[in-house]
């Protein structure tokens, strides 16, 4: 069984920033990937960014060069740095991990508010 923990969400104006991070514990044997999804009121669940094993990374257009996600595989940990914060990047970010069985995890889900 794999856990994960989000932190560092919160209430931020437009044009300011946040660090998302996720901490994967408990029976990890390998992961193959880790990214972001953020789901806003009344819409679906999107993919907003991935970094896979092999270092492959990926964003959804929207926060291409304001985003940046990364890994620390010793702490088991994927980050998300989100600048230039939009209101429209408003959500519940969830972390997904996938791991080289394929079995998938989600964590609970950290607020992001934009909002002046």
């Known amino acids: 069984q794999v856990q994960l923990v989000e932190s560092g969400g919160g209430l931020v104006q437009p044009g300011g920033s946040l660090r998302l991070s996720c901490v994967a514990s408990?029976?990890?044997?390998?992961?193959?990937?880790m990214g972001w999804y953020r789901q806003a009121p009344g819409k679906e669940r999107e993919w907003v960014a991935g970094?896979?094993?092999?270092?492959?990374?990926g964003y959804t257009d929207s926060v291409k060069g304001r985003f940046t996600i990364s890994r620390d595989n010793a702490k088991n940990t994927v980050y998300l740095q989100m600048n230039s914060l939009k209101p429209e990047d408003a959500a519940v970010y969830y972390c997904k991990v996938v791991l080289m069985s394929q079995m998938v995890y989600w964590g609970q889900g950290t607020q992001v508010t934009v909002s002046s």
């Open positions: 408990g029976t990890i044997l390998r992961i193959n990937s």
């Open positions: 970094i896979h094993s092999g270092g492959g990374i």
